[in-house]
C-alpha cells in the first residue's frame, strides 16, 4: 500500500529532470525566481507610495498607464533583439539596468520628502527594459535543456510564478508595514544583484543572425509566421480569452466590499496564484500528456466554469475555492501553451514570437480590467458571470473553428528535426 501511494505522489510530483540536467536551466531559474521575489516588493511598494505622497486613487492607477506602452513596444524590439543578439548578454545587461533603477527608487526614498515623478519614471523605465528582457529570457529555455523536457521546463517556470505570487506580496507587505518602503527597494536591489551574478555564469547563447543590428520591421516576419499556423494563432486566442473573460483582478476591491469581507481582499487576489501553485505542485501528470492543444483549449473552458460559478457562489470561502480553480486552469494553459511554443517554433524567430506572446500577455490583462470596469457597471456578479461564459463559450468556439490546434500532438514534433533548437546544451550527467 505505502509503494504504491509512493508511486502515485511520484507521478503528480513535478519532473525537476531539467534542473538536474542542465546547469544553465537552474543557474536561469534560480536568477529569475530572486527577481521576480524582488520585483514584487517594488511592485507593491510604488503604488502605497505614490498614495500616501498623493492621496489619490487616480494617481495610483496612472502607474498602469505609464507602464503598458513601453512594455508593448519594447517588448516588440525586443523580440527582435533576441534573434539578433547573445539572449544571455541581453537578460545580463538589462538586469543590470533593473538594478540601476532600484537604486534610483531606493536613494528617493530615502529623502526628506521623497518625489513622485521618479516612481511614474521609474515604472515606465522599468516596463521598457522587461520588455526588452522577457523574449530574449523565454528564447533562451529551448537552448538550455533537451526538447524532450520542455513541459516539464515549463512546469518548473510555471510553478516559479506560482511561489512568488502567493508569497511575494504577503513578504512584501509585511517587510513594508514594518521597515518601511526604503526596506523594499533595499530587497529589490539586492534580489537583482544576485541575480546578476547568477545568471554572468550562465553560458552565452549566441545567435546565427548577430553580424547585423536588429531592425524593428523584422517582426512582422515572425507575425507572418505566426498567422500561417492556425495551431499557434489558437494559442493566443485562448490566452487571451483566459484573461480578457476570467481574470477579474479590478473587481477584487469591490467583491470584497459586496462579501462584507473588506480584510479578506488579499485572499482575493493571492487565490488565482494559490490554485497555479497547487496545479504546478502536482503537475507531474503534465508529462505523460501528448494532445496539448487539447488542454490549452480545455483550460480555457475550465478557467471560464471557474469564474462563472464564482459569480453564483454564497459566500466568502466558496468565492475562494472558485477563484483557486481557476487559477490552477490557467496553470494549465500557460503550461501547455509555453511547451507548443517552444517545440514547434524554429530557434530562429523564437525571440519574435515571445515578443508577440509578451503583447498579447499584456494586453490581455489590461483588457480585462477594462471589461470588467465596463460590466461591473450593472452589477460586479452580473461582470463575474458574463466573463465567465464569454470564456467558457470562447473555449467551444476555439475548438470547433481551430482543428489544428485541437488536433495539435508533440509527438509529430518531434519527429520533426526542424523543430530542435540549434546549439543545444549538452545534459550534465544526472547526480
Known amino acids: 500500500m505505502t509503494s504504491g501511494t509512493d508511486r502515485c505522489w511520484s507521478r503528480l510530483l513535478p519532473n525537476t529532470a531539467p534542473w538536474r540536467s542542465s546547469r544553465d536551466f537552474r543557474l536561469t531559474w534560480t536568477s529569475g525566481t530572486v527577481t521576480l521575489l524582488g520585483s514584487i516588493f517594488t511592485m507593491t511598494a510604488i503604488p502605497l507610495q505614490i498614495a500616501h505622497l498623493t492621496d489619490s486613487p487616480l494617481a495610483v492607477g496612472a502607474v498602469g498607464a505609464v507602464e503598458l506602452a513601453p512594455t508593448i513596444l519594447f ?94 506580496p504577503a513578504l512584501a507587505g509585511l517587510l513594508i508595514a514594518t521597515a518601511g518602503v526604503p526596506a523594499a527597494y533595499l530587497v529589490d536591489l539586492a534580489t537583482f544583484l544576485l541575480s546578476i551574478a547568477l545568471l554572468a555564469q550562465v553560458r552565452p547563447i549566441p545567435s546565427e543572425r548577430d553580424a547585423e543590428a536588429p531592425r524593428l520591421r523584422e517582426f512582422t516576419e515572425g507575425a507572418r509566421y505566426a498567422a500561417r499556423r492556425p495551431d499557434l494563432i489558437g494559442t493566443y486566442l485562448a490566452d487571451l480569452a483566459a484573461t480578457v473573460f476570467a481574470l477579474p483582478t479590478a473587481l477584487f476591491p469591490f467583491l470584497a466590499e459586496e462579501l462584507d469581507a473588506v480584510w479578506a481582499l488579499g485572499l482575493l487576489y493571492s487565490a488565482s496564484a494559490a490554485g497555479s501553485l497547487i496545479a504546478a505542485a502536482t503537475g507531474g501528470w503534465t508529462e505523460r500528456v501528448h494532445r496539448h492543444g487539447r488542454l490549452v483549449l480545455l483550460s480555457a473552458s475550465l478557467v471560464g466554469a471557474a469564474t462563472a460559478a464564482a459569480a453564483f457562489a454564497p459566500g466568502l470561502w466558496a468565492v475562494l475555492l472558485c477563484l483557486i480553480v481557476a487559477g490552477g486552469g490557467h496553470w494549465i494553459g500557460d503550461t501547455f501553451r509555453s511547451a507548443i511554443w517552444n517545440q514547434s517554433i524554429p530557434d530562429e524567430l523564437r525571440g519574435r514570437a515571445a515578443g508577440l506572446e509578451m503583447l498579447i500577455g499584456s494586453a490581455g490583462p489590461a483588457l480585462g480590467d477594462l471589461r470588467a470596469g465596463l460590466a461591473a457597471r450593472q452589477s460586479i456578479r452580473a461582470a463575474l458571470r458574463t466573463g465567465g461564459l464569454l470564456c467558457l463559450g470562447s473555449g467551444a468556439v476555439l475548438s470547433a473553428a481551430l482543428p489544428a490546434l485541437w488536433r495539435y500532438d508533440q509527438r509529430e514534433h518531434r519527429r520533426h528535426p526542424q523543430h530542435q533548437p540549434a546549439h543545444q546544451s549538452t545534459p550534465e550527467p544526472s547526480t
Open 75 to 168: 517588448g516588440l524590439y525586443g523580440g527582435v533583439l533576441a534573434d539578433r543578439a547573445d539572449r544571455r548578454t541581453v537578460a545580463l545587461v538589462t538586469e543590470v539596468a533593473l538594478a540601476a533603477l532600484s537604486a534610483l527608487l531606493l536613494a528617493n526614498a530615502l529623502l526628506g520628502t521623497p518625489a513622485v515623478w521618479p516612481l511614474y519614471l521609474a515604472a515606465g523605465l522599468a516596463a521598457a527594459i522587461q520588455g526588452l528582457q522577457q523574449p530574449s529570457v523565454e528564447a533562451m529555455i529551448p537552448r538550455l535543456v533537451p526538447h524532450d523536457q520542455l513541459v516539464a521546463a515549463g512546469a518548473l517556470l510555471s510553478l516559479r510564478w506560482s511561489i512568488g505570487g502567493v508569497a511575494g
